[in-house]
C-alpha cells in the first residue's frame, strides 16, 4: 500500500514529446483508471511509473521515495499485461512462484503465498498445468495471481481485460474491484473501453494527445466534463454537441437553427455572445408537446436495446447531416424508454431537461466557466 | 444430417493426384523398379528381389559414406542452429538496420550452389586463396586437396557459411513475434538476460526451430553439389558423402540396380528421421 506523487511527468521519443506534463496524487489504496483513446500515452504513463520506460522529465514518487532510476524490480510493483506474459513452459505454480524464487524468498514462505492467492483466485487445481492448457479466463487469473503474490506495493494493470470476450469481460471487471477492494492495494488500471473506467475507478484520468484532460471521480467525469473531448470519450451513446452561441443579451443560449434555449444552471452573462458548442447527454433529451420544444429531430435509425431504445437523427430545419458548421457531430442520439413507440421518418418534439446542458467553448473546447 | 448424392467431388482432387503422380509417385516407382531387378540394356529386366538392398546394406562403402554423413550433418547443426540462434538474438529488433541487416543474411542463401562450391574452392586455395593463404602465413599447414582434416573444415565452414543465414532469417522472425509484454514481466519479476533466454525465448522458438532444423538436416543430409565442386568427394573417399556416392555408383559405374536400392534407403531414413524427431518435439503442442 502506497501513495504515489506524480509531478511533471513527460516522455518523449526523440524530439517527439508524446507525455506533456501530467500530474497527478494518488493516496494509499486509490483505484485510478487511467483511460484514453490509443495513442493517447496511457500505456507509456503506465510503464513509467513501472519503470519500463525512461522518464524524460518531472517525477515519480512511490511513498515518498523518487523511483525515477530504480528498477522495476526493485519498485516493489507488480503489473498485469494485456497478453498475460505467462512463461509458456511453467505450470501455473512456477508462473506465480517465479519472480519471488527471484527475490530469494524461503519456499515455505513462496508456497504459503502462491497457495494463498490461488484459493482467492480459484485456481488451486489448475495449479500443475501449462498455461497453454487454460482457457483466457484462467490465464488472466494466474496473471493476477502472479502479481499478487508478489503482495506489492503498487498493481499496475495495462488493459488486462482486452483480450477477453464481452460476458467474461464483466466478470472479470467485478473480481478485479471485489479483489482490490479487500487487498487495498494502491492500483493504476488502463484501459480504453470507457464502461470498465467508469465502473472500476476511485478516480478517472482522462487522457489525449499526452495531455490528462481530467483527474476526477467517474460521477464528477460524467456530470461535469472538463472538455469536449472528455465529455465526448465518456458516456455511451456518446454527448450530443450542436454549435450556438450565447445571445447578445446574455440571457440565452441559440443553437444554429435559431432556436433558443434558457441554460439553467449557468451564469450567461459573462460570455454574452461568445460562440460554443452545446453539450446534452441523450438521456436528458425528453419528448414533448410540439410547443415546448426546444427541437425537433428528424429520426432516421432507431437501435433497440431492450431496457432503452435509441432514436438516432438530425434536428429539423438544419439540413442534411454534416452540413453545419463547427458541430462535431450532426448526429443527435436520443435515449428512449424500451416502450417508446417510435418509428424512422418520425419527427421527435424534444426539450431538454432542466440543468443538464453543457457549455463549451468554441475555440478552446473547454468547459465554460461562470468567471 | 444431409450426405452428397454424388461424387463429384472427386474431380476436384484429379489435378492434385496428376501432380503428385508425375513429380513424386512415377519417378519414385521408377526407382523401386530398378531397385528388384536387374538389367543389361535393351530395357529387358530380370528380377533379383531384395539383393541389391542386402548389398547396399552389407556394403563397406555404404557403411562409410552414411557414417561420413551422419558425421557432417551432426556438425553442421551443431554449429548452424546455435549460431544462427546467436546471431537472430544479437540482430536490431527496430531501427534503420532492421533491413540491412536482413538483407545481409540474406545474400548467401541467394547465391546458386554450384558457385558457392567454385567460390570456396578458390577462397581456400593453399597457394593463391585468401582463406588458405591466411591460413598457412599462420604457420598451420592447410591444402584441403590433399589433406582429409582440411577438406573437412573446409566443408563445414562452407556450409556454416551458406546456411547458418536460414536459422539466423527463422529464429529472428519467431524473436520478432514475442510480446513485448513479455520482456517486461520478466524485468519486473528481474530475470536475468540468461533466464529470458531459457524461459521466454527458446520455448517461444520452439517451433520455428523445429522447421530450421528438420530444413537444416534435410539439406544437409542430401548435400551434393557445394562439395562435389569444391573436393570432388576428396581427397580420396574422405568426403564423399551419401549423394556423392550414389552418382558414383549410379552414372560413374552405371550399377542402376544398387544405387536405386541405396537411393531407397536414403529416401526412406531421411523420411524417418523427419517425422520421429518432428513427432518428438511437437508430443505437447496444440493441446
Redesign the interface.
Known amino acids: 500500500m502506497a501513495t504515489i506523487a506524480i509531478q511533471q511527468l513527460r516522455k518523449s521519443y526523440g524530439t517527439t514529446e508524446v507525455i506533456h506534463g501530467i500530474d497527478v496524487e494518488i493516496d494509499t489504496g486509490e483505484f485510478i483508471v487511467i483511460v484514453g483513446p490509443s495513442g493517447c500515452g496511457k500505456s507509456t504513463f503506465l ?1 513509467m511509473v ?3 520506460e525512461a522518464v524524460t522529465a518531472g517525477t515519480i514518487h512511490i511513498d515518498g521515495k523518487q523511483v525515477n532510476d530504480v ?4 519498485r516493489d ?3 498485469v ?5 505467462l ?4 505450470t501455473v505454480y512456477n508462473n506465480m512462484a ?2 519471488l524464487k ?2 530469494g524468498l524461503p519456499s515455505t514462505e513462496i508456497d504459503e503465498r502462491v497457495q494463498r492467492a490461488a484459493k482467492m483466485l480459484e485456481l488451486s487445481e489448475f495449479l500443475p498445468r501449462k498455461p ?2 487454460l482457457s483466457g479466463g484462467q490465464r488472466q487469473r494466474v496473471a493476477m495471481g ?1 502479481a499478487i503474490v508478489r503482495d506489492p506495493r503498487v498493481f499496475l494493470f ?1 488493459e488486462p481485460l482486452s483480450n477477453l470476450d464481452a460476458k467474461l469481460r464483466v466478470q472479470m471487471r467485478l473480481e478485479i474491484k471485489q479483489l482490490q477492494r479487500s487487498l487495498g492495494t494502491t492500483s493504476l488500471y488502463v484501459t480504453h473501453d470507457q464502461v470498465e473506467a467508469m465502473t472500476l475507478a476511485d478516480r478517472l484520468i482522462v487522457m489525449n494527445e499526452g495531455l490528462a484532460e481530467q483527474i476526477d471521480t467517474p460521477m464528477q467525469v460524467y456530470e461535469h466534463p472538463a472538455s469536449v473531448f472528455v465529455a465526448d470519450f465518456i458516456g455511451s451513446p456518446a454527448m450530443n454537441f450542436m454549435a450556438g452561441r450565447v445571445t447578445p443579451d446574455g440571457r440565452e443560449l441559440a443553437f444554429e437553427s435559431g432556436a433558443a434555449v434558457r441554460a439553467e444552471g449557468w451564469s450567461l452573462a459573462p460570455h454574452a455572445g461568445r460562440k460554443v458548442t452545446i453539450g446534452v447527454r441523450p438521456e436528458n433529451l425528453q419528448p414533448v408537446a410540439a410547443d415546448a420544444a426546444d427541437l425537433t429531430l428528424q429520426v432516421v435509425a432507431i437501435e433497440t436495446l431492450g431496457a432503452d431504445t435509441l432514436a438516432h437523427g438530425f434536428p429539423a430545419g438544419w439540413g442534411e447531416a454534416g452540413t453545419t458548421p463547427d458541430t462535431m457531430k450532426n448526429n443527435i442520439a436520443v435515449r428512449l424508454p424500451g416502450n417508446a413507440r417510435i418509428r424512422e421518418g418520425d419527427q421527435l418534439s424534444l426539450r431538454v431537461v432542466e440543468g443538464t446542458l453543457h457549455l463549451f467553448d468554441a475555440a478552446n473546447r473547454k468547459r465554460l466557466t461562470d468567471d | 444430417m444431409l450426405k452428397t448424392a454424388n461424387q463429384k467431388a472427386w474431380y476436384f482432387v484429379v489435378p492434385v493426384v496428376v501432380l503428385v503422380a508425375f513429380n513424386a509417385l512415377i519417378p519414385l516407382m521408377t526407382v523401386v523398379n530398378y531397385s528388384v531387378q536387374e538389367t543389361f540394356g535393351d530395357n529387358v529386366f530380370f528380377w533379383e528381389g531384395v539383393k541389391w538392398f542386402e548389398e547396399v546394406l552389407n556394403s563397406d562403402r555404404f557403411h562409410d559414406s552414411f557414417l561420413r554423413q551422419l558425421a557432417f550433418t551432426g556438425m553442421i547443426l551443431v554449429i548452424e542452429v546455435p549460431l544462427g540462434i546467436g546471431v537472430a538474438l544479437s540482430m536490431p529488433r527496430k531501427g534503420p538496420w532492421v533491413s540491412v541487416c536482413l538483407v545481409l543474411m540474406a545474400l548467401p542463401l541467394l547465391i546458386p550452389w554450384n558457385v558457392v562450391g567454385a567460390m570456396w574452392n578458390i577462397f581456400a586455395l593453399p597457394d593463391i586463396g585468401l582463406l588458405g593463404r591466411s591460413i598457412n602465413a599462420l604457420g598451420i599447414d592447410y591444402n584441403f586437396t590433399q589433406q582429409p582434416e582440411s577438406a573437412w573444415m573446409t566443408t563445414v565452414l562452407m556450409d556454416v557459411w551458406h546456411w547458418t543465414s536460414l536459422v539466423v532469417l527463422l529464429a529472428y522472425a519467431g524473436l520478432c513475434s514475442i510480446p513485448d509484454a513479455y520482456y517486461q514481466a520478466a524485468k519486473i519479476d528481474g530475470a536475468s538476460a540468461w533466464s529470458v533466454f531459457w524461459r521466454i525465448q527458446l520455448p517461444k522458438l520452439k517451433r520455428v526451430l523445429t522447421i530450421a532444423i528438420l530444413l537444416r538436416f534435410m539439406d544437409s543430409f542430401m548435400i551434393y553439389t557445394e562439395p562435389f565442386v569444391l573436393t570432388g568427394g576428396g581427397p580420396g573417399n574422405t568426403t564423399t558423402f551419401l549423394s556423392i556416392d550414389l552418382v558414383k555408383i549410379a552414372l560413374g559405374q552405371f550399377d542402376l540396380g544398387p544405387a536405386a536400392a541405396m537411393s531407397l534407403i536414403y529416401f526412406l531414413v531421411v523420411l524417418l528421421v523427419c517425422w520421429v524427431f518432428y513427432t518428438l518435439m511437437m508430443r505437447h503442442e496444440g493441446q
Not at chain 1, 528498477?71 to 526493485?74: L, Q, R, Y
Not at chain 1, 512463461?87 to 511453467?90: G, Q, R
Request: charged content about 25%; cysteine-free; glycine content about 8%.
Open positions: 510503464r513501472a519503470g519500463l528498477e522495476p524490480k526493485d510493483i507488480a503489473m499485461f494485456q497478453t498475460y506474459a512463461y509458456p513452459h511453467m517465479y519472480g527471484i527475490a497453454r492448457q502472479r495495462d
